[in-house]
């Protein structure tokens, strides 16, 4: 083990501290962390930790989810820069026109938003589990957002209900393009191909499987295939060739890498810890209508 792994190991003993890390992450900050997942895993376990701190090994969303939940325990992002770029497509003015345009319709957000957003939104929800969300609210109509491609995909898996899109997007996963997909099964014609739901409607309508990261961990555990073709950001694939050897693991294109997933270093880690770095804050009247639509989220997964 490290020095540091060990430090940061002692600290979070010393501090009752619990350190949650989504998937996208560096790789070494799988030895220090508790939880390694998606959004909503990540997000789960944010809402029943009995920790003191929460450092959040993952971008600005989610810490700040995480302090929505936890009021009044301190929540730690380790580099602030992390930021969320397609959840900073939407800020509240522009979804309040947006409301507007469309008016008395449910709004769905993707937790990729800030807690300005879901705190005028319905329901929130993830990448895992979206269509569950969507249709939880028996409504022929609904307005999504940010991400445009994820709200695509539900209405086109469930079929019954028009879902109107904020035109959003994530710029790591718009980077695949079909002919990647394509060149990729020619090259690889035994391959499965997993796509993540934030890839463009012409990519995740040739995959095999779409799903989150850890639907696309899962899936691809569990399938009898041997070599895959993982369309989403690198850190998947990192992961899946760690923990299964036996299979091979393919990034669709060369750097499909989200930059602000990719900050944080155990030495950030460490800091943060030490020095209590950077506590995240959220005003208390904008948390509380946020936390009705996270709360609502968490109650329809479970
Ligand atoms: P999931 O963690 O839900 O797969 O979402 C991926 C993502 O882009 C997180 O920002
Ligand atoms: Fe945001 Fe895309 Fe990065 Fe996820 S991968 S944090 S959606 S910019």
């Given at each position: 083990?490290?020095?540091?792994?060990?430090k940061?190991?002692?600290l979070?003993?010393?501090k009752n501290?619990?350190?949650?890390?989504?998937?996208?992450?560096?790789?070494?900050?799988?030895?220090?962390?508790?939880?390694?997942?998606?959004?909503?895993y990540?997000?789960?376990?944010?809402?029943?930790?009995?920790?003191?701190?929460?450092?959040?090994?993952?971008?600005?969303?989610?810490?700040?989810?995480a302090?929505?939940?936890?009021?009044?325990?301190?929540?730690?992002?380790?580099?602030?820069?992390?930021?969320?770029?397609?959840?900073?497509?939407?800020?509240?003015?522009?979804?309040?026109?947006?409301?507007?345009?469309?008016?008395?319709?449910?709004?769905?957000?993707?937790?990729?938003?800030?807690?300005?957003?879901?705190?005028?939104c319905?329901?929130?929800?993830?990448?895992s589990?979206?269509?569950?969300?969507?249709?939880?609210?028996?409504?022929?109509?609904?307005?999504?957002?940010?991400?445009?491609?994820?709200?695509?995909?539900?209405?086109?898996?469930?079929?019954?209900?028009?879902?109107?899109?904020?035109?959003?997007?994530?710029?790591?996963?718009?980077?695949?393009?079909?002919?990647?997909?394509?060149?990729?099964?020619?090259?690889?014609p035994?391959?499965?191909?997993?796509?993540?739901?934030?890839?463009?409607?012409?990519?995740?309508?040739?995959?095999?499987?779409?799903?989150?990261?850890?639907?696309?961990?899962?899936?691809?555990a569990?399938?009898?295939?041997?070599?895959?073709?993982?369309?989403?950001?690198?850190?998947?694939?990192?992961?899946?060739?760690?923990?299964?050897?036996?299979?091979?693991?393919?990034?669709?294109?060369?750097?499909?890498?989200?930059?602000n997933?990719?900050?944080?270093?155990?030495?950030?880690?460490?800091?943060?810890?030490?020095?209590?770095?950077?506590e995240?804050?959220?005003?208390?009247?904008?948390?509380?209508?946020a936390?009705?639509?996270?709360?609502?989220?968490?109650?329809?997964?479970?």
């Amino acid at each position: 083990m490290n020095a540091l792994t060990e430090k940061i190991r002692e600290l979070k003993a010393k501090k009752n501290a619990v350190i949650l890390a989504h998937c996208y992450q560096n790789i070494e900050i799988d030895e220090v962390a508790d939880f390694v997942g998606d959004s909503l895993y990540l997000s789960q376990q944010a809402a029943k930790t009995d920790a003191d701190i929460i450092v959040f090994a993952g971008v600005f969303f989610m810490a700040q989810t995480a302090k929505i939940l936890n009021p009044n325990k301190k929540v730690l992002l380790p580099r602030m820069e992390s930021g969320c770029l397609m959840a900073d497509m939407i800020d509240y003015k522009q979804l309040i026109d947006f409301k507007a345009q469309h008016p008395n319709i449910p709004t769905v957000c993707y937790i990729n938003s800030t807690a300005e957003v879901k705190s005028e939104c319905d329901i929130c929800c993830t990448s895992s589990n979206a269509v569950r969300i969507v249709e939880s609210l028996h409504a022929p109509e609904i307005l999504f957002l940010p991400d445009t491609y994820l709200g695509k995909w539900t209405e086109k898996v469930l079929r019954n209900v028009k879902v109107i899109t904020y035109p959003g997007f994530c710029p790591t996963h718009l980077r695949i393009k079909p002919e990647d997909v394509t060149e990729a099964r020619k090259k690889y014609p035994e391959a499965e191909v997993l796509a993540h739901p934030e890839c463009h409607q012409s990519v995740t309508e040739l995959a095999d499987y779409v799903g989150s990261t850890t639907g696309i961990m899962k899936y691809a555990a569990e399938s009898s295939a041997k070599q895959f073709i993982i369309a989403t950001e690198k850190g998947v694939v990192d992961r899946l060739k760690r923990d299964y050897k036996d299979k091979e693991f393919i990034l669709i294109k060369d750097n499909i890498v989200c930059p602000n997933m990719k900050w944080n270093t155990l030495e950030d880690i460490y800091n943060a810890l030490e020095y209590e770095q950077y506590e995240i804050t959220v005003d208390e009247n904008i948390a509380h209508k946020a936390l009705k639509c996270i709360d609502r989220m968490l109650e329809v997964s479970k």
